[in-house]
């Protein structure tokens, strides 16, 4: 991993179990590293956009989601929100930040996590989702990132889900829209470079592998990134 590797494992929160599913919902993406803007409706816009993507998950397994796991689950937000609001049976995931892994033990403690690379995601044990949300611009380089999509689609029984793909065609006006908004963008932001990905990769993947590809742009307009990305949803057929 790059100096990502240390950014991650360092983030620590404590979280309120007593709080209701909305405010768990806030410290969990505060704790993933969605802290840096502060603007009327942010952590609304983002729970909007999970429940789309959950929606359309659910449309693509016939509204029938038993299982799920998450590549880079780092908190567990993803996880603690389909389980208490879709009220999946069966979670689990993997992250490389012991960090995010306790945080996510306390809010799932019944759940199959696990500290460890991508890559090594156990592809016997199957799910009905492998879900990667926000993850794959902190891989080192776009080889890693096709591996671990491989990874993703061996585990997978009927859908593989990878959001917030940093877009390749997009790349130089997404670094210039970063440096206009971060003060000292090269110098805060040295040795932290984000992977982007072409869209032919997940296209050309899915006729390879004989699935159905869709590719959208996600709907959250607080989000400084969303002009610059696009999710990637496949179905098994």
């Known amino acids: 991993m790059n100096n990502w590797d240390k950014i991650w494992k360092k983030r620590t929160a404590e979280i309120d179990h007593a709080g209701t599913v909305f405010e768990t919902f806030k410290e969990l993406k505060r704790a993933d590293g969605f802290d840096t803007q502060d603007v009327d409706g942010y952590y609304e816009a983002f729970y909007r956009q999970w429940e789309v993507m959950a929606e359309r998950i659910a449309a693509g397994c016939n509204e029938r989601v038993e299982s799920l796991y998450e590549i880079g689950c780092g908190s567990g937000v993803n996880l603690f929100l389909f389980s208490r609001v879709k ?7 993997l992250d490389y930040s012991p960090n995010l892994i306790k945080i996510a033990k306390g809010v799932m403690p019944d759940t199959d996590l696990k500290c460890d690379e ?3 995601a156990d592809i016997d044990l199957k799910y009905d989702v492998v879900l990667a949300d926000s993850v794959f611009q902190y891989f080192n380089d776009v080889a890693y990132g096709q591996s671990v999509l491989q990874r993703m689609w061996d585990k997978a029984d009927k859908m593989v889900v990878i959001t917030e793909v940093h877009d390749q065609a997009k790349k130089t006006e997404h670094m210039a829209y970063r440096r206009k908004c971060v003060a000292n963008y090269d110098e805060v932001y040295a040795g932290l470079d984000k992977t982007f990905y072409p869209e032919e990769m997940f296209l050309k993947f899915a006729k390879e592998h004989g699935a159905r590809c869709e590719i959208v742009q996600p709907d959250n307009k607080l ?3 969303n002009s610059f ?9």
């Open 223 to 225: 989000y400084w990134n």
């Open 87 to 93: 009220k999946v049976g069966r979670l689990g995931g």
């Open 229 to 237: 990305v696009f999710d990637c949803y496949l179905y098994k057929k």
């Open 118 to 120: 991508a890559l090594n």
